[in-house]
Protein backbone atom coordinates (compact mmCIF):
# COMPACT_ATOMS: atom_id res chain seq x y z
CA UNK A 1 0.00 0.00 0.00
CA UNK A 2 1.36 3.51 -0.45
CA UNK A 3 1.24 5.93 2.08
CA UNK A 4 1.65 10.03 2.08
CA UNK A 5 2.46 10.58 5.80
CA UNK A 6 4.45 7.82 6.49
CA UNK A 7 7.12 5.27 5.24
CA UNK A 8 8.20 2.23 5.80
CA UNK A 9 10.95 -0.28 5.75
CA UNK A 10 11.50 -3.73 6.62
CA UNK A 11 14.69 -5.24 7.03
CA UNK A 12 15.27 -8.65 8.95
CA UNK A 13 11.83 -9.24 10.01
CA UNK A 14 12.22 -5.38 11.43
CA UNK A 15 9.53 -2.74 10.14
CA UNK A 16 10.68 1.01 11.06
CA UNK A 17 7.45 3.06 10.51
CA UNK A 18 8.39 6.92 10.25
CA UNK A 19 5.95 9.18 10.37
CA UNK A 20 6.59 11.55 7.80
CA UNK A 21 5.02 15.10 7.52
CA UNK A 22 8.12 17.09 8.77
CA UNK A 23 7.19 20.38 7.85
CA UNK A 24 4.91 20.03 10.03
CA UNK A 25 7.08 18.31 12.49
CA UNK A 26 5.29 14.92 12.30
CA UNK A 27 1.46 16.35 13.85
CA UNK A 28 -0.46 13.49 13.54
CA UNK A 29 -3.59 14.83 11.28
CA UNK A 30 -6.56 12.32 10.76
CA UNK A 31 -4.64 10.93 7.46
CA UNK A 32 -1.83 10.36 9.69
CA UNK A 33 -3.57 8.37 12.00
CA UNK A 34 -5.56 6.13 9.40
CA UNK A 35 -2.26 5.86 7.28
CA UNK A 36 -0.46 4.04 10.83
CA UNK A 37 -3.64 2.22 11.49
CA UNK A 38 -3.38 0.60 7.95
CA UNK A 39 0.08 0.38 8.30
CA UNK A 40 0.12 -2.01 11.55
CA UNK A 41 -2.50 -3.81 10.54
CA UNK A 42 -1.08 -4.66 7.79
CA UNK A 43 1.84 -5.32 9.43
CA UNK A 44 0.38 -7.73 12.00
CA UNK A 45 -0.86 -10.16 9.38
CA UNK A 46 2.43 -10.47 7.64
CA UNK A 47 4.53 -13.13 9.13
CA UNK A 48 8.04 -11.33 7.70
CA UNK A 49 7.18 -8.53 10.23
CA UNK A 50 8.68 -9.58 13.70
CA UNK A 51 9.45 -6.24 15.59
CA UNK A 52 8.20 -2.66 15.09
CA UNK A 53 9.93 0.52 15.40
CA UNK A 54 8.11 3.51 15.27
CA UNK A 55 10.13 6.58 15.05
CA UNK A 56 9.99 10.59 13.19
CA UNK A 57 11.23 11.45 10.12
CA UNK A 58 14.12 14.13 10.35
CA UNK A 59 15.96 15.19 13.66
CA UNK A 60 13.92 17.70 14.85
CA UNK A 61 10.26 16.23 15.89
CA UNK A 62 9.39 12.47 16.68
CA UNK A 63 5.82 14.12 16.68
CA UNK A 64 5.08 17.28 17.96
CA UNK A 65 1.18 16.33 18.72
CA UNK A 66 -2.06 16.04 17.31
CA UNK A 67 -2.62 18.40 14.85
CA UNK A 68 -4.18 21.73 16.35
CA UNK A 69 -5.53 22.62 13.04
CA UNK A 70 -7.44 20.07 12.75
CA UNK A 71 -9.67 20.76 15.63
CA UNK A 72 -9.41 24.11 16.68
CA UNK A 73 -13.22 24.64 15.91
CA UNK A 74 -14.49 21.52 17.04
CA UNK A 75 -17.52 21.47 19.50
CA UNK A 76 -17.23 19.02 22.64
CA UNK A 77 -19.18 15.98 20.68
CA UNK A 78 -16.59 16.45 18.07
CA UNK A 79 -13.98 16.77 20.38
CA UNK A 80 -15.09 13.88 22.34
CA UNK A 81 -15.28 11.69 19.39
CA UNK A 82 -11.86 12.59 18.06
CA UNK A 83 -10.38 11.01 21.00
CA UNK A 84 -12.80 8.14 21.13
CA UNK A 85 -11.99 7.16 17.47
CA UNK A 86 -7.66 8.20 17.79
CA UNK A 87 -7.51 5.80 21.17
CA UNK A 88 -8.86 2.65 19.72
CA UNK A 89 -7.47 2.88 15.88
CA UNK A 90 -4.41 3.96 16.83
CA UNK A 91 -3.35 4.53 20.83
CA UNK A 92 -5.25 1.48 22.23
CA UNK A 93 -4.20 -1.18 18.78
CA UNK A 94 -0.58 -0.02 19.60
CA UNK A 95 -0.34 -0.62 23.35
CA UNK A 96 -2.39 -4.01 22.43
CA UNK A 97 -0.50 -5.15 19.53
CA UNK A 98 0.55 -8.74 19.84
CA UNK A 99 4.06 -8.06 18.42
CA UNK A 100 6.65 -5.50 19.88
CA UNK A 101 6.26 -1.76 19.37
CA UNK A 102 9.50 0.25 20.07
CA UNK A 103 9.24 3.94 19.83
CA UNK A 104 12.73 5.52 18.84
CA UNK A 105 11.87 9.20 20.11
CA UNK A 106 14.25 11.22 17.84
CA UNK A 107 13.28 14.87 18.89
CA UNK A 108 9.97 16.47 20.13
CA UNK A 109 7.39 14.21 21.47
CA UNK A 110 4.78 16.34 22.18
CA UNK A 111 1.10 15.75 23.25
CA UNK A 112 -0.57 12.76 20.91
CA UNK A 113 3.19 12.16 19.98
CA UNK A 114 4.30 11.44 23.53
CA UNK A 115 0.98 9.93 24.09
CA UNK A 116 1.91 7.75 20.57
CA UNK A 117 5.41 6.80 22.42
CA UNK A 118 4.43 6.03 25.47
CA UNK A 119 1.39 3.83 23.50
CA UNK A 120 4.45 1.89 22.44
CA UNK A 121 6.14 -1.31 24.57
CA UNK A 122 8.74 0.54 25.47
CA UNK A 123 10.69 3.50 24.53
CA UNK A 124 14.16 4.77 23.38
CA UNK A 125 15.09 8.69 23.01
CA UNK A 126 18.66 10.30 21.75
CA UNK A 127 19.52 13.25 23.15
CA UNK A 128 17.92 16.07 21.57
CA UNK A 129 14.66 14.54 22.77
CA UNK A 130 12.10 16.74 24.49
CA UNK A 131 8.97 15.42 25.93
CA UNK A 132 5.64 16.82 27.26
CA UNK A 133 2.10 17.32 27.15
CA UNK A 134 1.20 20.62 26.77
CA UNK A 135 -2.16 20.61 26.28
CA UNK A 136 -3.45 22.74 29.28
CA UNK A 137 -1.67 25.56 27.38
CA UNK A 138 -4.23 25.01 24.79
CA UNK A 139 -7.14 25.09 26.74
CA UNK A 140 -7.86 20.95 26.66
CA UNK A 141 -6.24 17.98 28.46
CA UNK A 142 -4.46 15.07 26.73
CA UNK A 143 -6.86 13.05 25.04
CA UNK A 144 -5.16 10.41 23.66
CA UNK A 145 -4.86 8.19 26.52
CA UNK A 146 -1.72 11.02 28.19
CA UNK A 147 -3.57 11.25 31.45
CA UNK A 148 -3.59 7.38 32.11
CA UNK A 149 -0.15 6.29 30.65
CA UNK A 150 1.84 8.79 32.02
CA UNK A 151 1.08 8.26 35.60
CA UNK A 152 1.78 4.58 35.37
CA UNK A 153 5.26 5.32 34.01
CA UNK A 154 6.57 8.54 35.75
CA UNK A 155 4.25 8.12 38.98
CA UNK A 156 0.67 10.49 39.98
CA UNK A 157 3.03 13.28 41.33
CA UNK A 158 4.99 13.82 37.88
CA UNK A 159 2.66 13.15 35.65
CA UNK A 160 0.26 15.80 37.74
CA UNK A 161 3.35 17.97 37.40
CA UNK A 162 4.12 18.01 33.87
CA UNK A 163 0.23 18.04 32.36
CA UNK A 164 -0.75 21.09 34.96
CA UNK A 165 2.86 23.26 33.83
CA UNK A 166 2.50 21.79 30.05
CA UNK A 167 6.31 21.94 30.10
CA UNK A 168 8.75 19.67 28.56
CA UNK A 169 11.33 17.41 29.91
CA UNK A 170 14.81 16.61 28.30
CA UNK A 171 15.87 12.76 27.27
CA UNK A 172 17.89 12.61 30.44
CA UNK A 173 14.95 13.76 32.48
CA UNK A 174 12.45 11.12 30.62
CA UNK A 175 15.06 8.49 31.82
CA UNK A 176 15.42 9.76 35.24
CA UNK A 177 11.63 9.56 35.29
CA UNK A 178 11.27 5.63 34.03
CA UNK A 179 9.52 7.27 30.53
CA UNK A 180 12.52 6.12 28.52
CA UNK A 181 14.31 3.15 29.00
CA UNK A 182 17.50 4.78 27.40
CA UNK A 183 19.36 7.49 25.76
CA UNK A 184 21.77 7.52 22.89
CA UNK A 185 23.59 10.16 20.42
CA UNK A 186 21.39 11.40 18.03
CA UNK A 187 22.92 9.60 15.29
CA UNK A 188 22.67 6.36 17.10
CA UNK A 189 19.53 6.19 17.80
CA UNK A 190 18.05 3.69 14.85
CA UNK A 191 21.24 1.24 15.24
CA UNK A 192 20.57 1.07 18.75
CA UNK A 193 16.93 0.42 18.76
CA UNK A 194 17.52 -2.12 16.03
CA UNK A 195 19.99 -4.30 18.24
CA UNK A 196 17.59 -4.03 21.12
CA UNK A 197 15.09 -5.59 18.48
CA UNK A 198 17.66 -7.85 16.94
CA UNK A 199 17.74 -9.67 20.58
CA UNK A 200 14.33 -9.48 20.79
CA UNK A 201 14.05 -11.85 17.53
CA UNK A 202 16.08 -14.15 19.40
CA UNK A 203 13.12 -15.19 21.49
CA UNK A 204 9.60 -16.89 20.93
CA UNK A 205 7.18 -14.63 18.84
CA UNK A 206 4.59 -16.15 20.61
CA UNK A 207 5.40 -16.69 24.06
CA UNK A 208 6.59 -12.74 23.28
CA UNK A 209 2.50 -12.08 22.05
CA UNK A 210 1.29 -13.51 25.07
CA UNK A 211 3.68 -11.77 27.94
CA UNK A 212 2.61 -8.31 26.01
CA UNK A 213 -1.11 -9.42 27.04
CA UNK A 214 0.00 -10.58 30.61
CA UNK A 215 1.74 -7.38 30.70
CA UNK A 216 -1.25 -5.14 29.43
CA UNK A 217 -3.49 -7.18 31.90
CA UNK A 218 -2.00 -5.10 34.82
CA UNK A 219 -3.13 -1.92 33.57
CA UNK A 220 -6.45 -2.93 32.73
CA UNK A 221 -9.32 -2.27 35.37
CA UNK A 222 -11.33 -4.44 36.05
CA UNK A 223 -8.85 -7.52 34.98
CA UNK A 224 -6.62 -10.03 37.07
CA UNK A 225 -3.44 -9.77 36.25
CA UNK A 226 -2.47 -12.76 37.80
CA UNK A 227 -4.88 -15.05 36.48
CA UNK A 228 -3.95 -13.69 32.34
CA UNK A 229 -0.84 -14.47 34.01
CA UNK A 230 -1.59 -17.71 34.86
CA UNK A 231 -3.49 -18.64 31.15
CA UNK A 232 -0.94 -17.60 29.28
CA UNK A 233 1.56 -19.48 30.96
CA UNK A 234 -0.75 -22.58 30.92
CA UNK A 235 -1.11 -21.76 26.83
CA UNK A 236 2.50 -21.70 26.19
CA UNK A 237 2.89 -25.36 27.14
CA UNK A 238 0.53 -26.31 23.81
CA UNK A 239 3.09 -24.26 21.93
CA UNK A 240 5.53 -25.54 19.13
CA UNK A 241 8.12 -23.06 20.16
CA UNK A 242 7.76 -23.97 23.82
CA UNK A 243 8.70 -27.94 22.89
CA UNK A 244 11.73 -26.02 20.68
CA UNK A 245 12.73 -23.67 23.56
CA UNK A 246 12.98 -26.69 26.09
CA UNK A 247 14.01 -29.38 23.57
CA UNK A 248 17.17 -26.79 22.17
CA UNK A 249 17.84 -26.07 25.91
CA UNK A 250 18.25 -29.49 27.20
CA UNK A 251 20.41 -30.70 24.00
CA UNK A 252 22.33 -27.76 24.83
CA UNK A 253 22.01 -26.17 20.51
CA UNK A 254 20.65 -22.58 20.08
CA UNK A 255 16.46 -22.74 19.47
CA UNK A 256 15.04 -22.13 16.77
CA UNK A 257 11.89 -20.96 16.73
CA UNK A 258 8.85 -21.95 14.50
CA UNK A 259 6.68 -19.39 15.77
CA UNK A 260 3.75 -21.58 16.46
N1 LIG B 1 -0.18 20.81 15.02
C1 LIG B 1 -0.16 21.45 13.84
N2 LIG B 1 0.94 22.03 13.33
C2 LIG B 1 2.05 21.93 14.06
C3 LIG B 1 2.13 21.29 15.30
C4 LIG B 1 0.92 20.70 15.77
N3 LIG B 1 0.89 20.04 16.93
N4 LIG B 1 3.38 21.39 15.79
C5 LIG B 1 4.09 22.07 14.87
N5 LIG B 1 3.30 22.41 13.82
C6 LIG B 1 3.67 23.15 12.61
C7 LIG B 1 3.78 24.64 12.88
O1 LIG B 1 2.51 25.24 12.84
C8 LIG B 1 4.68 25.05 11.75
O2 LIG B 1 3.92 25.10 10.56
P1 LIG B 1 4.07 26.36 9.54
O3 LIG B 1 5.52 26.34 9.13
O4 LIG B 1 3.13 26.03 8.42
O5 LIG B 1 3.73 27.56 10.32
C9 LIG B 1 5.63 23.88 11.61
O6 LIG B 1 4.98 22.77 12.21
C10 LIG B 1 6.96 24.08 12.32
O7 LIG B 1 6.70 24.39 13.67
P2 LIG B 1 7.28 25.68 14.42
O8 LIG B 1 6.36 26.00 15.55
O9 LIG B 1 7.56 26.76 13.43
O10 LIG B 1 8.67 25.10 14.96
P3 LIG B 1 9.49 25.63 16.22
O11 LIG B 1 10.82 24.96 16.14
O12 LIG B 1 9.45 27.09 16.32
O13 LIG B 1 8.70 25.05 17.51
C11 LIG B 1 7.49 23.38 18.78
C12 LIG B 1 8.63 23.68 17.75
C13 LIG B 1 7.35 21.86 18.84
C14 LIG B 1 7.91 23.93 20.14
C15 LIG B 1 6.18 24.06 18.31
O14 LIG B 1 5.95 23.68 16.96
C16 LIG B 1 4.98 23.66 19.12
O15 LIG B 1 4.83 24.14 20.23
N6 LIG B 1 4.10 22.82 18.55
C17 LIG B 1 2.84 22.44 19.17
C18 LIG B 1 3.08 21.45 20.28
C19 LIG B 1 1.77 21.11 20.95
O16 LIG B 1 1.15 21.91 21.61
N7 LIG B 1 1.37 19.84 20.79
C20 LIG B 1 0.20 19.32 21.43
C21 LIG B 1 -0.97 19.36 20.53
S1 LIG B 1 -2.42 18.77 21.34
Known sequence: MSYYNISEELEDAILTIRIDRPQKLNALNRETIQELHEALKEAREDEEVKVIILTGAGEKA?????????????????????????????????????????????????????????????????????????????????????????????????????IMTAGMIDANQALQYNLVNHVTEVEDLLDFTKEIARKILRNSTVAICNAISAINANYEPGKDGFGVEIDMFGKSFGTEDFKEGTTAFLNKRKAEFPGK
Open 62 to 162: FVAGADISEFADFSPKEGKRLAAEGQEKLFNYVAEFPKPIIAAINGFALGGGLELAMAAHFRIACDNAKMGLPETSLGVIPGYGGTQRLPQLVGKGRAMEM
